[in-house]
């Protein structure tokens, strides 16, 4: 059958590639192992997070749905990082796992373009350096201008329950375990990497009494801007690991897969298993564990993922506070799965050896559902504008934290499974959570795949930002209202000796835009999102403005391109590390060839001598 891209893999990565592209009017084949496991949470029932939250506000201003799920299927919303300012504020969401399975199926089914199906891919189809379509295990062909390749951890996928193993790409379903030689007869190069999960437990029988209680946050903002509130409907509990909780796994460490005489290969240093916090910080006398509720009867304990034998695992959670006589209702698993190295991609995540060929997920060694579905929605929008004859567009680092991690893959690749953090950020001061549809929505608008009613709310809150900025830069504090204000938040702040312009006095340590409705009622027709990024741009405007004479210099090196036909051998000055990383590598733009490791400043400057030469003699 004919399409215009098929997409392969009904996961985070999968769906939002698979709306992009039916959004852009291209009849798209969501092509996955089992229709019904579309959407299914894989591991902790949860969005967002530092950096996580700002790619899902990402995806929202792009046209995405895992903000809408996240919000819709909340069971519970916090913001984290909130004295640590604006750029390191983020919200989370806990969700229930039913409900956000039952929407992304529904989103997918409803969507105009999109043709759903089952089977496995065995075969990419490829002629002359460009994708031709798919072949599934029982022989059927599906045609299409672009391929995008999701699948989470379902390649060649085996899981292990301790030193005992089975293939698998989720508990309970069978993997996909045909593709890895039709990849690299194509030239793609496939590794393996590991990542653990945590057991589930039976919520009546765990003890909460004595636990700490982190209830929701009623003052947490939702994902998407079509979303009208936040959820708090459950409490989440506090709990440690003790002394004999870490002499149990001591003693029990060979248990492990992750410690076994024959290891699965390298897990996410940033979401590490039980095992490796204990073997790793011996120090540490305990180490947080977050009961979150998953569904009417379990219970996901957060920050205990585990390659243990179920046994100990048992051992294991009856030696914790709260937890001496929980049943655990699921073991948890390690699993290690094939990834392609992304280093052979454009920062489109398009194939740099097979035109129309795009990658977006686990299969480029990422962990979690953002970083997939943030991919997801990149590759989507590249393999529909190569369908329709153009280039892909990417987003550079200071326009995107989709950008950043796209960067990071294809410039860096991966040893272990890629987390997004904001510390990846150079910009992260103007790469923030509250703005994502002031930097994105208005190129999605342009793409077409931003709905009528996305891009309405963007230009009310461009106008209401405007309107704000004016009223605050015209308004005066008067020494009175500030002393009142000191007096109702408790503020230290040194008193005012003479009025003092309100945008001013909004960049000082602790004050908010809410101290000041009810001097300035002009302020509170502004929306709650609107006087949020409002107050974000004022106090760090100093800060940003030197951030973007940064960008500006930065810019000016990322701007030179690197033309595919290079012959890096022939460029004197290189060593031949460098030669050997450039031309494997292949980056796009001279920034791109300075952040990679080996690529030294004098290789660079002899790379930038080259092309101003070259670019000289083409005049």
Not at 300 to 328: C, D, F, H, M
Not at 568 to 588: D, K, V
Request: a neutral charge.
């Amino acid at each position: 059958m004919q399409y215009d891209v098929v997409v392969v893999g009904g996961g985070h990565a999968g769906i939002e590639a698979s709306l992009a592209t039916s959004r852009l009017g291209l009849s798209t084949l969501l092509l996955t192992l089992k229709l019904e496991t579309i959407g299914v949470l894989s591991c902790n029932p949860a969005f967002g997070g530092p950096a996580k939250g700002c790619l899902v506000r990402e995806v929202d201003a792009l046209g995405g749905f895992c903000s809408i799920g996240a919000d819709e299927s909340a069971i519970q919303c916090r913001i984290l990082g909130e004295t640590k300012g604006p750029a390191a504020r983020a919200t989370r969401n806990l969700v229930d796992r039913a409900t956000y399975s039952r929407l992304a199926q529904d989103f997918v089914n409803r969507q105009d373009n999109l043709s759903l199906a089952s089977g496995e891919v065995c075969q990419i189809l490829a002629q002359n350096g460009r994708v031709k379509g798919v072949m599934t295990l029982d022989g059927r062909e599906f045609t299409a201008g672009a391929v995008v390749l999701t699948g989470g951890t379902f390649w060649n996928g085996r899981i292990y329950h301790g030193l005992s193993s089975e293939p698998g790409g989720r508990v309970g379903e069978a993997p996909a375990s045909h593709l890895k030689g039709s990849l690299e007869s194509l030239g793609h190069k496939i590794l393996r990497l590991s990542t653990s999960t945590a057991p589930r437990l039976k919520a009546d029988t765990i003890d909460a009494t004595d636990l700490l209680e982190q209830p929701g946050d009623p003052l947490a903002r939702p994902f998407s801007v079509l979303s009208k509130g936040v959820k708090n409907l459950v409490s989440c509990y506090l709990t440690w690991t003790n002394p004999k909780t870490h002499r149990i796994v001591r003693d029990n460490i060979k248990s492990s897969i992750i410690y076994a005489d024959n290891p699965v290969t390298p897990g996410p240093r940033y979401c590490p298993s039980l095992e490796d916090k204990i073997m790793h910080y011996p120090h540490r006398e305990r180490h947080q564990i977050f009961l979150e509720p998953d569904g009417p009867e379990k219970v996901y304990p957060s920050g205990l993922p585990t390659g243990l034998a179920p046994e100990v695992q048992a051992k294991v959670i009856n030696s914790i506070q709260g937890l001496e006589r929980t049943i655990i209702a699921r073991p948890g698993y390690a699993i290690e799965y094939d990834f392609s190295d992304p280093r052979l991609l454009t920062p489109a995540l398009e194939s740099l050896l097979i035109k129309g060929l795009f990658f977006a997920g686990q299969i480029n060694g990422t962990s979690g559902y953002e970083e997939a579905a943030s991919q997801g929605i990149l590759a989507g929008i590249g393999a529909g504008l190569r369908v329709s004859g153009w280039d892909p567009i990417y987003f550079k680092r200071n326009e995107a934290l989709i950008g950043v991690m796209a960067d990071d893959l294809t410039v860096l690749g991966v040893s272990e499974p890629y987390r997004m953090f904001t510390s990846r950020a150079e910009y992260r001061l103007t790469l923030r959570e509250d703005n994502a549809d002031l930097r994105l929505s208005d190129i999605a608008y342009k793409l077409g795949i931003l709905d009528p009613k996305r891009h309405e709310l963007l230009k009310a809150k461009r106008a209401a930002l405007e309107k704000g900025k004016a009223i605050l830069k015209a308004k005066r504090l008067t020494p009175s209202m500030a002393e009142e204000i000191n007096n109702e938040y408790s503020l230290k702040l040194p008193a005012l000796n003479e009025p003092i312009v309100a945008n001013v006095w909004l960049k000082r340590p602790k004050t908010t835009v809410k101290m000041l409705l009810g001097f300035f009622p002009e302020l509170r027709e502004l929306s709650s999102d609107s006087l949020y990024t409002l107050e974000a741009e004022i106090k760090l405007s100093g800060y940003i403005s030197r951030q973007e004479d940064e960008i500006a210099r930065l810019q000016r090196q990322e701007s030179i391109l690197i033309p595919q036909d290079v012959d890096f051998t022939l460029i004197p000055g290189l060593t031949r590390e460098a030669t050997e990383i450039l031309s494997s590598t292949r980056p796009a733009t001279l920034g791109q060839a300075g952040r990679l490791r080996g690529v030294t400043p004098a290789a660079l400057a002899a790379l930038a001598v080259y092309l101003r030469k070259r670019m000289a003699a083409s005049l």
